[in-house]
């Protein structure tokens, strides 16, 4: 009797983790979708977004210096201005997420946004720059439409990574056609994290994915899924050639899945 075939396979085995040790360099800001755009560096990202009312930016990185000009060099870079920027919608109270949300305030006098739990999460941390030090102008909900002008935004509740982290649908276009794009808000397994809450925050997100025919995801920590190859891309398209962000359904699926294997084995 034959042996059985051995399993083929392409890939390589490479985890998804930051370069440890290096100092990333600012990644060219780009817009990726029709009016959507990347700014950050390999480790960390935000995310502007362009509405009839003004701009929205998911998440607002570390709280060095060299990052709130790498954010307002991003929005001109994009064409746009700071003081159109009226909402930072925060995923969750980790530091490299919250670090610039008080100061782009100061300058534009944007609104922040963050869950309530994890905005008692980050106050918790007294410890600068580990600890949120200013108040947010309001709570994302679970289930809550952020509206702007044209765009509504869905929030989700993921707890797990955090026991507040917000994850989102986002509504784009690529060169007007239509697409819904998801941000996963908490990649990582880390030691306090709640991983019984993770698995069941994956389930309960694919699900609501799935309802918006979600196609397209982003991710705020670049290294997760390439993003910064597929900006590359995108910086050097070839007519005709779709957008590497939009994956379809299915991989988007196996995407959310990544999560959710990552997180059962860590327990």
Known sequence: ???????STWRTSRPHRPNFGSTPKPYPATWFFDR???IGDEGVGCFLIKTSEGLILIDAMYPEDKYLQMIEDGIRELGCRGEDLKAVLITHGHFDHFGQADKL?????????????DEELARS????????????????????????GD??????????????????IIPV?????????????????????????????????????????VDAEI??????????????????????????FVIGREAYRRYERMFYDLCKSKM
Request: proline letters at 9%; glycine letters at 10%.
């Open 36 to 38: 959507m755009g990347f």
């Open 105 to 117: 305030r100061d300058r534009y006098g944007c609104r922040i946004y963050l869950s309530k739990t």
């Open 173 to 213: 276009t690529d060169e007007g056609r239509p697409h819904h794009l998801a941000l996963w808000g908490g990649t990582g397994i880390l030691p306090d994290s709640d991983k019984e809450a993770y698995l069941a925050s994956v389930e309960k997100f694919s699900q609501i994915c799935d309802g918006y025919e």
């Open 219 to 244: 991710s705020n920590h670049p290294f997760v899924d390439n993003s910064l190859l597929r900006l590359e891309v995108i910086r050097n398209i070839v007519d005709g050639v779709p957008n590497p």
């Open 125 to 148: 941390k007294p410890e600068v720059p580990y600890g949120l030090t200013f108040p947010v102008d309001g709570w994302l909900e679970d289930g809550q439409d952020f509206i702007l």
């Open 1 to 7: 009797m034959r042996a059985p075939a051995e399993p």
């Open 151 to 168: 765009t509504a935004i869905r929030a989700v509740h993921t707890p797990g990574h955090t026991p507040g982290c917000m994850s989102f």
